[in-house]
């Protein structure tokens, strides 16, 4: 079995939805967990320290290890005292996951600044806000585990949603960068795109015992507790894998990469046009072969050997 005993995980938005269930499942397998929970809406207005607390108190009913934080991942404060809560009570940091979160949709032309950066204030910059701080201690110890909770709106593209996208691609970039500074200090950063039944699917689609059995089959197929296994796999010494992003929907556990094309290579010393860019495209557009590239290295030292020059 999968053991974190011994083991210190903090879980950021666990007081309600998927969070919760990651920071019951860690605990269940003997990590000390700090759930963190601002407790406010879905929208993200106001906050509720009680709602992370019920969630130590059921970790603890069940004879886990827990400590309640109410501090927002959205400023550098937040951030560093939700750390502060991992080292100070338990003495140190194994596991991040990184999974506070807001939502709200609308027509990317009706979209307001405040609600732009209100958005990215939660994912991206409160990623950062939590994550550089445990990285510090991480990498003290020689060793870490970042899991990023993304979004298939980020990866793929969803409508109405371009702040919430554009968050949630921008914390792929961050995992990237962590998995790459980290790798030598046994610091590893995934990323999951989780689909669960939650807030955030009811206040968005609509409650599904309110909607037809057919439209419904997916809101019932999505169970939330499908996403834990590889939420906490990733977060788990186990895990040798990092800079990969997974998707878990309804049971269904994917890699989801970013793949590099083989391209049309003009002629060395040639002037390429855009009207060679027309007469080459479907080389350009090819999807195959491809590499998926560690770092931006790997693509320097692959178009420096097809050039025959140094990097
Ligand atoms: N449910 C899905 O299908 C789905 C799909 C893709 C991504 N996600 C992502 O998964 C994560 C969890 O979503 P969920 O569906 O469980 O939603 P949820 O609303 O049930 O849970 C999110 C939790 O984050 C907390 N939170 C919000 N802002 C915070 C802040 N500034 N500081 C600390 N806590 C804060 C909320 O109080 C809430 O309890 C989110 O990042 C979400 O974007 C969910």
């Not at 298939?152 to 109405?160: L, R, V, W």
Request: proline fraction near 3%.
């Amino acid at each position: 079995m999968i053991d974190f005993t011994g083991q210190v995980a903090i879980v950021t938005g666990a007081g309600r939805g998927l969070g919760r269930l990651y920071a019951i499942e860690l605990a269940r397998r003997g990590a000390a967990v700090v759930v963190n929970d601002l407790g406010g809406t879905m929208q993200g207005h106001g906050s509720d320290s009680t709602v992370a607390d019920q969630v130590v108190k059921e970790i603890e009913d069940s004879g886990g290890t827990a400590v309640s934080s109410a501090e927002s991942v959205a400023t550098p404060e937040g951030g560093e005292a939700i750390v502060h809560a991992a080292v100070d009570r338990f003495g140190r940091l194994d596991a991040v996951v990184s999974n506070a979160g807001i939502f709200h949709t609308v027509g990317f032309d009706e979209l307001k600044v405040d609600d732009w950066r209100g958005m990215l204030s939660v994912h991206l910059d409160g990623g950062f806000y939590l994550s550089q701080p445990a990285f510090r201690v991480m990498k003290s110890q020689g060793y870490g585990r970042f899991v990023f909770i993304t979004s298939s709106a980020g990866m793929f593209g969803q409508p109405n949603s371009a702040h919430y996208a554009a968050a949630k691609a921008g914390l792929v970039g961050l995992a990237n960068a962590i998995a790459v500074e980290g790798a030598e200090h046994g610091i590893h950063a995934n990323t999951v795109l989780p689909f669960g039944y939650s807030r955030m699917v009811t206040e968005t689609a609509g409650e599904r015992e309110h909607i037809s059995t057919d439209e419904s089959s997916f809101l019932y197929a999505i169970q939330p507790d499908l996403v834990v296994p590889i939420v906490v796999f990733l977060a788990s010494r186990t895990c040798e894998l990092t800079h990969h992003n997974y998707s878990a929907c309804a049971g269904r556990f994917a890699r989801v990469f970013i793949g590099l094309g083989e391209g049309w290579l003009a002629d060395r010393g040639s002037e390429p046009t855009a009207d060679d860019i027309r007469d080459h495209l479907a080389v350009v557009q090819a999807t195959e072969p491809f590499t998926v590239p560690t770092s931006i290295f790997d693509e320097v030292a692959e178009i420096c050997a097809r050039l025959s020059i140094s990097a």
